[in-house]
Structure formats: structure tokens, C-alpha cells
């Protein structure tokens, strides 16, 4: 930026300077050297006003990519969820499944194991004596404890393995904080998009700034009066710079 208010600064001694046309406001000024200085104020300018170009035509872009991979996230995130839920849905089906079959197997053995015992109960209770028959009551009477046993044994690890149904709920759980840390996450990657942009444009908009004063100084030097002394070089050329 040095360079540039240096430039503007020659360029208004040049004009300041230069040899002025009678009975106007014109002068005539060497047109290399205006050129020249001119040439210094665009090389000098800095290249951040560039940069906050690149910017402004990019930031499209970066939206886009931005909402692209929050889509993509939300998308992987509901995929995963639901594939989640698929799985614990089948190992919950899975588990019932084998809890009823055993359930229903135990239920069948105590049944045929009283069904024996009552059996042999009858026929003992047939062929003994009445002390015989007592025991022969006894022994009925303990198969029928042995069934019920069975049958509660049964039902108790039936509830038990039907109660590991509750993973399914847990899936549910774990697919619904998935699916809130992708938007999460994709809501936070649109806000650090916008930051992004908004600084970049608050810089070029500080740096367009201080570019447009300095070229007011500038313009300003340049529709000073200037007198009608001076000389011109081979290769002066009139320009008028009537304000």
C-alpha cells in the first residue's frame, strides 16, 4: 500500500506540474510516466482484493459442499440407525424364539416325567398293600410337585429371556442420538461455512475501503488547481483533467 500512495503522489506533481493549455483548465503531461505510475498503483494493490474474489466466487461452492456433506452425514447416520434397528430386531426375535422352544421343551419333559411317575404311582398303587398305597400317594403327589416345579421353572425362564426383548428399545435409543449428532454436526458445518464467508467478505470490504479512500486522496490531488508552468518531455501528450 506504501507503493500506491507514493505512486498517487508522483502522479500528482506530474499534473501539478505539468505545462497548461491556454485558455483552458487542460495540461499537457508525459504520457509514459502517467502510464507508468498508473501500472505501479495496480501492481502495488494488495492481493487480498484478489483473494476476497476468489471468495465471493467460491462461496457458492463451499455452500454446496457444505449441505452436501450434511446430507451425506444424515443420510449415514438414518442408514446406520436403521440398520441398528434390523439387527437388534433379529437377535430380539432370535432370543424369543429359543426362550419359547425351551420353555416349550422343559414344558414337555416335566409333562412326560409326571406323566411316568403318576404312571408308575397307579401301578404301584395297584399291586401294594394299603402302606403301599400311601406311598404309592406320596409318589403321585411328588410328581405332580416335580411338574408344577417344572412348568414354574419354565415360565420363569421364559419371562427371563423374553425380558431381553428391552435391546430393541436400546436401538431405538442409540439410532435416535445418532441421528441428532448427524444434525448436529451438519448444522455446525453450515455455521462454520458462514463464518468463513462472513470474514473473508468483512476483510475485502475493510481492504475495498481503505483502497477507495486512498484513490478519493487521490482524485482529490489531482483536481487541485495547478498553475500553468512547466515543462513537457518528447513524449508528453495532452490530457485534460478538468475535474
Do not use: W
Not at 166 to 188: F, L, N, T, Y
Amino acid at each position: 500500500m506504501y507503493r500506491v500512495f507514493e505512486a498517487l503522489d508522483e502522479l500528482v506533481t506530474i499534473v501539478e506540474e505539468a505545462r497548461g493549455v491556454p485558455m483552458t483548465s487542460s495540461c499537457v503531461v508525459p504520457r509514459g510516466d502517467v502510464l507508468e505510475l498508473l501500472d505501479d498503483v495496480r501492481d502495488a494493490l494488495p492481493a487480498e482484493v484478489d483473494d476476497a474474489q476468489d471468495v465471493l466466487d467460491k462461496r457458492d461452492q463451499l455452500i454446496h459442499t457444505a449441505r452436501s456433506e450434511a446430507d451425506k452425514t444424515v443420510t449415514e447416520a438414518n442408514a446406520e440407525a436403521d440398520r441398528t434397528v434390523g439387527e437388534a430386531q433379529a437377535h430380539a426375535e432370535r432370543i424369543l424364539a429359543e426362550a419359547q422352544a425351551r420353555a416349550e421343551q422343559m414344558m414337555a419333559d416335566a409333562h412326560a416325567e409326571a406323566e411316568r411317575m403318576v404312571a408308575a404311582g397307579q401301578a404301584e398303587f395297584q399291586n401294594l398293600t394299603d402302606r403301599s398305597r400311601a406311598e404309592s400317594e406320596r409318589m403321585i403327589q411328588a410328581g405332580r410337585d416335580a411338574y408344577d416345579r417344572a412348568i414354574d421353572e419354565g415360565r420363569g425362564e421364559q419371562a427371563r429371556l423374553v425380558s431381553q426383548t428391552e435391546v430393541v428399545q436400546a436401538a431405538h435409543a442409540e439410532s435416535a442420538r445418532i441421528v441428532d449428532e448427524a444434525h448436529a454436526e451438519a448444522d455446525k458445518q453450515r455455521a462454520d461455512c458462514d463464518a468463513y464467508v462472513d470474514g473473508k467478505l468483512a476483510e475485502f470490504s475493510e481492504l475495498l475501503a481503505t483502497t477507495l479512500r486512498t484513490v478519493d486522496s487521490g482524485r482529490n490531488h489531482l483536481r487541485a488547481p495547478t498553475g500553468l508552468a512547466g515543462g513537457v518531455g518528447r513524449s508528453s501528450t495532452l490530457y485534460d483533467f478538468q475535474p
